[in-house]
């Protein structure tokens, strides 16, 4: 749907006469309403799925577009077109009604590292799609490996050990 307003949106502009001034304000309005719709709509899905004192872990993206400006011109389209911050205060709004904690970690590097043994390399990310460790061969959909190096991160912020760091530990008699 966003595609098909931004294809209009193209031809409008190179118009240029009053009409398609006015038809864009218009369509600019009905695009934003659409956007607040499907946010809203995904908060409450996303919520309603969990029970109370459950806790989400989203990553901080304050400074996602500035990070990101070394992409493809449709690919930069797409990312600065879509209201993240609007998603996460309708995510903590409609989590505190149902009693939901909301935490943030840092994005960075999560897409790259692999969650099994922690290797951090830009080639570990195969596509958008696939993620190939190049130390231990772990494979896995990347968006699945990034969520488990977001929860461990968040893990690790709190200060809760790994289960297998406590499982592996020497017993040390004295």
């Known amino acids: 749907i966003c595609k098909k307003y931004q294809t209009l949106r193209s031809k ?5 006469s009053k009409s398609a001034k006015r038809h864009l304000k218009k ?10 719709d499907m946010n809203h709509c995904l908060a ?7 029970e109370s004192g459950t806790t989400i872990v989203l990553e901080q993206l304050k400074y996602i577009t500035e990070k990101n400006k070394s992409y493809n011109k449709q690919f930069n389209k797409e990312l600065h077109s879509w209201a993240f911050y609007q998603l996460q205060e309708f995510l903590k709004y409609k ?5 939901i904690i909301i935490d943030f970690v840092s994005a960075k590097y999560t897409s790259q590292k692999c969650s099994k043994c922690g290797n951090t ?3 570990n990310r195969l596509s958008q799609a696939n993620f190939k ?6 494979q896995l959909n990347a968006d699945l490996n990034a969520a488990r190096n977001i929860v461990q991160n968040y893990l690790d912020a ?9 499982v592996n530990q020497p017993i040390i008699a004295s």
């Not at 409450?44 to 969990?50: E, F, P, Q």
């Not at 460790?133 to 772990?138: A, D, Q």
């Not at 709190?158 to 406590?166: E, F, P, Q, S, T």
């Open 27 to 36: 369509i600019s309005k009905k695009e934003n309403r659409f956007k607040t």
């Open 44 to 50: 409450k899905n996303i919520i309603n799925s969990l």
């Open 95 to 99: 989590a505190e009604d149902k009693g």
């Open 133 to 138: 460790c190049t130390k231990c061969n772990f």
């Open 12 to 16: 409008l502009q190179s118009c240029g």
């Open 121 to 123: 390399i830009k080639e």
């Open 158 to 166: 709190k200060g809760y050990l790994d289960r297998a760091a406590i």
